[in-house]
């Protein structure tokens, strides 16, 4: 059994996301904040010029991409570079992200990607054997924080029959004004309306996506340490950060691997097998 109790079970099968405060302490945060700033600082901002970015998908179609499957790498984000290609302010300010092995890769991320609290979620929701296929560190930097259009991560995620759930924690305080995350309540009792594939030419949405009415997004203002579990077809996006503010987040992306089988055709390919979380 697991740590989620029946209401916030019921709340969470209702609504397709739950709101947990203070799942991390604010010193286990700081922690993970201080571990990115030496990841920056050894980055070699002029090694890789890949970009991050939910709607020019073509620019996602590099080797960078597909390696940092299995890596700890560094995307821009679009607005990073002035006319000259250069960018336009130092680079711990206009990475969007790092991606997508950190959970396993780095010793202070897997700390935190694997603990008991983060396994006992799953064995809440019934994983048999979880495995945590991807990680980002999401900066959404001042002013320059690009746009994630709404989404479902079974799209990016996909095992047969979906089992994907995304575990989102806050490392700095999300508000409307820097950039929160916003969900349609219910949505993910829907469906999963299309995927993101994998192929010879590159990466591509099967469908278009369909319209949203903005109107039926709630926005998730939630103070550092909070941790949003979302259901693997909840509809989810988050606005640009025009603010001075940035708002640093960890998400997890969690599959599971008994009885479910991971596409051969999701962008992530792995070369080694990913340990799961726990076997039940
Ligand atoms: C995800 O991790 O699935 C997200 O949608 C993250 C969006 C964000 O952090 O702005």
Redesign the pocket.
Same mark, same amino acid.
């Given at each position: 059994t697991g740590n989620l109790s029946k209401e916030q079970l019921s709340s969470f099968n209702s609504n397709g996301f739950l709101v947990i405060e203070s799942f991390y302490t604010l010193e286990e945060i700081l922690e993970m904040r201080s571990r990115m700033v030496e990841l920056l600082d050894g980055f070699d901002a002029s090694s890789s010029a890949s970009i991050f970015s939910t709607k020019n998908q073509q620019k996602l179609t590099d080797d960078y991409f597909f390696e940092s499957a299995e890596k700890v790498s560094f995307f821009f984000e679009e607005k990073a570079f002035g006319d000259d290609g250069r960018l336009r302010q130092p680079k711990e300010l206009s990475i969007n992200k790092v991606g997508h092995a950190l959970h396993e890769i780095d010793p202070i991320f897997k700390k935190f990607s694997s603990s008991e609290k983060i396994s006992s979620i799953f064995c809440s929701l019934g994983y048999k054997r979880p495995v945590v296929m991807q990680s980002?560190y999401?900066f959404?930097q001042p002013g320059i924080g690009g746009e994630?259009v709404p =989404?479902q991560?079974n799209s990016f995620l996909y095992t047969e029959p979906p089992s994907c759930t /995304?575990l989102?924690l806050a490392l700095e305080d999300a508000t409307i004004i820097n /950039?929160c995350?916003w969900a349609i309540p219910g949505s993910h009792k829907n469906g999963l309306v299309r995927r993101f594939i994998r192929d010879d030419n590159g990466v591509h949405f099967d469908q278009c996506s369909p319209f949203y009415d903005q109107k039926e997004f709630v926005p998730l203002e939630v103070k550092a340490g909070t941790l949003i579990i979302?259901h693997g077809d909840l509809i =989810?996006q988050?606005f640009e950060n025009k603010s001075t503010t940035s708002r640093h987040?960890l998400?997890l992306h969690v599959v599971d691997t008994d009885g479910y089988k991971w596409e051969k055709n999701n962008w992530i390919q792995r070369k080694t097998a990913p340990e799961p979380l726990y076997v039940a």
């Open positions: 980002m999401i959404k994630v =989404h991560d /995304g989102w /950039g995350l979302i =989810h988050s987040a998400s």
